[in-house]
């Protein structure tokens, strides 16, 4: 394994009885990028973390975190990674500080590291005066910021972020973001996260899709949605199986939920306006957009080539 490798699998798999959780998986994500795994709820996204932290162990295949084979020392594999998990493992009836101290005791930091490290870090998130505060109390950002220097509190290499903002507000997920961002430029960490916003990843240096435990597309997140289409065409109409029958000899197939119409727009040069006129009373609404990683997301899981809708 190379030494600008911080994650590499080859084959990794996990079955759970006749349940093909992870299948055949094959990463490499270089070290102090920012990696986005994707896709639906069991598609094996969170095993994979497992997988690769040590907490559970693969069926087969194998997996080296900074050049460590994951299965000859799997505790050297713990003190080289952080996780942050979907739930949050820290105790609400203790204080910030509390919390802090054990995770420092379980990687074996002295009390002058652990205080300096807990001091940068509060320093981080903003949240030195509430050190003595009891978890409980806080607000659910702040949490979540906790969770996360406890993640990094031992400068590990490889950070694993799974779901980290779920169920947060918009301006503590972008709060979270910037902490996230901060500890990568300062420190070199590597990220790997999984999420169900998918704006999120787009910051991004690679995505790839999973589903069923199997990867199916990946690149770089402008990339992908410059590949995907120039635009998507969204229209809301009460006749959608007319709207679709006119549209799809030009546009293709399209997507739909209900009452909406999504098509990819392959050409530069569709004259809108003049689409919306001709379409007239038979729609209620028109827009047309550049594509995100929610198009790519709902092209690849719902695409009408595989009589899918949303």
């Not at 379980?106 to 505060?133: C, H």
């Not at 999504?262 to 569709?270: G, Q």
Request: charged letters at 20%; one cysteine or more; a negative charge.
């Amino acid at each position: 394994m190379t030494n600008t490798l911080a994650i590499k699998t080859k084959g990794l798999t996990k079955q759970y009885g006749q349940t093909l959780a992870v299948n055949q998986l094959d990463l490499e994500i270089e070290s102090g990028q920012f990696y986005g795994l994707l896709g639906p709820n069991g598609a094996g996204k969170s095993t994979t973390i497992h997988m690769l932290t040590t907490m559970t162990a693969a069926t087969s295949g194998d997996a080296w975190i900074a050049g460590q084979k994951i299965s000859d020392d799997p505790v050297a594999i713990r003190r080289t990674v952080g996780l942050v998990f979907q739930e949050s493992a820290l105790d609400r009836t203790m204080s910030i500080d509390e919390n802090l101290q054990f995770a420092a005791a379980m990687y074996n930091l002295s009390p002058s590291e652990a205080n300096q490290r807990i001091d940068e870090l509060l320093s981080v998130f903003g949240l030195q005066d509430k050190r003595q505060r009891k978890l409980v109390s806080l607000s659910g950002g702040q949490r979540r910021a906790v969770d996360i220097a406890r993640g990094v509190l031992h400068k590990p290499k490889v950070l694993f972020l799974d779901e980290p903002t779920i169920g947060l507000d918009l301006p503590n997920r972008r709060s979270i973001w910037r902490f996230v961002e901060q500890l990568r430029r300062e420190e070199g960490m590597t990220v790997f996260l999984t999420t169900h916003y998918l704006e999120e990843a787009a910051a991004c240096d690679h995505v790839d899709f999973f589903q069923q435990g199997q990867l199916q597309q990946g690149g770089k997140p402008q990339e992908l949605t410059q590949q995907l289409a120039s635009y998507i065409l969204e229209v809301n109409t009460p006749n959608p199986e007319n709207v679709s029958a006119q549209l799809t000899p030009i546009f293709g197939r399209p997507i739909r939920e209900d009452e909406d119409l999504s098509f990819k727009i392959s050409a530069d040069d569709v004259d809108f306006q003049q689409l919306q006129h001709t379409l007239g009373d038979s729609i209620s609404s028109m827009q047309w957009r550049k594509p995100n990683l929610n198009d790519i997301y709902l092209w690849t899981f719902c695409s009408p080539e595989l009589g899918q809708t949303v």
